[in-house]
């Protein structure tokens, strides 16, 4: 008989807390760009004599992540060092929580292998300080082949909550969709841009295979995926991987591997450490932390609404597919463009299906986010609305929306610029322009008016004119009843 696995995944994911000056001093979290050794100080480069204080901001920022998963917040913690060398370390320790974590057991739903929603346990999040960086000197600036390496310590001592979940996941598709639910997640609290690319969100995976004949493979622990996709590509080799190893008889060495994207494969960089190498001990220079009741509820009624609750409310209150509901709740910003537009007026239905295909082609062609849209919900409602009446088929309509966006103008001038109008431009959009047309010309209007008009001569240079205005669009019989009721023969 052939055997069969059970993969067991647990996540620990790093993420840089949106602030702006680092864990325990002034300098600038902005390292991104910056040059090396410039946003730093004695403190953060571990220099004798300094001593840390708490950024106060990054407790309130732990503590709303914590509460979105549904966490308990502990009332009391300390800080603690983690005690290794490493040249990006200049303390030769880490400032983390290990004893007591600033937060501990919630959950966050996804959907399970059987298509149902899962609960995926979170074990703790915690906050710790971020090491520095090395640059090595290669071509390729890995530390093969290097012949010198470069310390930048811009990095060390930028805020992290580190969130852990318990070992419940069992599919390299549900890692991916965890991850994606918990930087969806940040980005809604606005706890950190959560960009894994960037490395202001890092994922490390644990993963081990339990054999249908009873053995358990060791966990082996699996970094540097910089991408959803790395994510789910590097489990799905190491699911191969041991799997082939069980297969034979074989044991899985406990240890850390690498993911190397451009090859596709992991490979062994170190064999694993135990919690108690690390020798944990409280942070002697840094005071207990206690949080108030007050303290936790005044930061839990600033929740904003969190992604799953604005899905479960779209699902009750719009008619719209669930394709379109992800992709409207995917940002909260774009979420809240939608729901000005159906604000101001416009169907659920066509506001989603133009901001799907308009508004988010316009931001992916020019690479920009739906915060920096020139289109006001307002003025796109104003246009739906013309589509709506019939005053603009659906293609004039696009080509006016383009217009209005790339040249920052009216719908009016777009209309204009666009030399557009308007199948079946007739009522109130008609008037108007017979309104324009007859201010235009103010001296046959005169004319008429006088009774000086011979043979309908004037009126139907008018006539003409808005027939030419509106390219054929509009029905002759009704510009001429409009034309009558304006000007009474
Ligand atoms: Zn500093």
């Not at 902005?30 to 571990?46: E, R, S, W």
């Not at 959803?228 to 590097?234: D, G, H, S, V």
């Not at 217009?403 to 209309?415: D, F």
């Not at 209007?445 to 006088?450: F, H, K, P």
Request: with cysteine; hydrophobic share 35%; net charge negative.
């Amino acid at each position: 008989m052939s055997l069969t696995f059970t993969t067991v995944i647990g996540l620990e994911i790093h993420v840089q807390l949106n602030t702006r000056t680092k864990l325990f001093c002034g300098c600038s979290t902005d390292y991104i760009g910056a040059t090396p050794n410039t946003n730093i100080c004695p403190l953060c480069t571990g220099q004798p004599g300094t001593l840390p204080v708490l950024n106060e901001r990054v407790v309130e920022l732990g503590v709303r992540a914590g509460l979105a998963l549904g966490c308990t917040i502990n009332r009391v913690t300390r800080f603690d060092r983690k005690n290794y060398f490493y040249p990006d370390l200049p303390k030769a320790y880490q400032i983390s929580e290990f004893y007591v974590p600033l937060a501990e057991k919630g959950e966050v739903t996804v959907t399970g292998d059987d298509g149902k929603p899962y609960k995926v346990g979170i074990t703790r999040l915690h906050l710790e300080e971020d090491a520095g960086k090395l640059v090595h000197g290669a071509s390729d600036g890995r530390i093969v082949g290097s012949t010198q390496s470069f310390v930048d310590y811009n990095r060390s001592s930028v805020p992290l909550a580190e969130i852990v979940s318990e070992p419940d996941i069992t599919s390299p598709r549900m890692a991916k969709e965890y991850v994606a639910t918990l930087r969806q997640m940040v980005r809604y609290l606005g706890v950190s841009d959560g960009d894994m690319e960037k490395g202001s969100m890092r994922v490390d995976a644990n993963i081990s295979l339990k054999v249908s004949d009873g053995r358990w493979g060791n966990r082996v622990e699996v970094k540097n995926m910089n991408s959803l996709r790395a994510l789910e590509r590097a489990l799905e080799f190491e699911i191969r991987r041991q799997g082939a190893i069980l297969s034979d008889g074989g044991e899985i060495h406990q240890e850390t591997r690498n993911w190397d994207d451009s090859a596709g494969e992991t490979s062994s960089s170190r064999s694993k450490e135990e919690s108690n190498d690390y020798r944990y001990f409280t942070e002697p220079d840094l005071p207990p932390l206690v949080l108030s009741d007050s303290y936790i509820e005044d930061i839990e009624r600033d929740l904003p609404e969190l992604p799953w609750e604005k899905k479960a409310r779209y699902e009750r209150d719009f008619d719209l597919p669930q394709d379109d509901i992800s992709v409207l709740t995917e940002q909260k910003d774009l979420a809240e463009y939608f729901e000005a537009c159906v604000k101001a007026g416009a169907s659920p239905a066509r506001a989603s299906n133009w901001i799907r295909t308009e508004v988010l082609r316009v931001l992916n062609e020019r690479g920009g986010h739906i915060s920096e849209f020139s289109l006001s919900p307002a003025a796109l409602v104003e246009l739906l609305r013309m589509v709506e009446g019939k005053k603009l088929s659906t293609t004039a309509a696009k080509e006016v929306f383009d217009a209005m966006v790339s040249r920052e103008i009216s719908l009016k001038e777009a209309i204009d610029a666009c030399g557009v109008t308007a199948g079946n431009l007739s009522g109130d959009g008609l008037a108007s322009l017979v309104q324009s047309v007859l201010e235009a010309n103010g001296d046959v209007v005169e004319v008429i008016r006088s009774c000086d008009d011979k043979k309908d001569k004037k009126r139907k240079f008018l006539q003409g004119q808005v027939m030419k205005e509106a390219r054929g669009q509009a029905d002759p019989r009704e510009v001429a009843k409009i034309l009558d009721i304006e000007l009474p023969r």
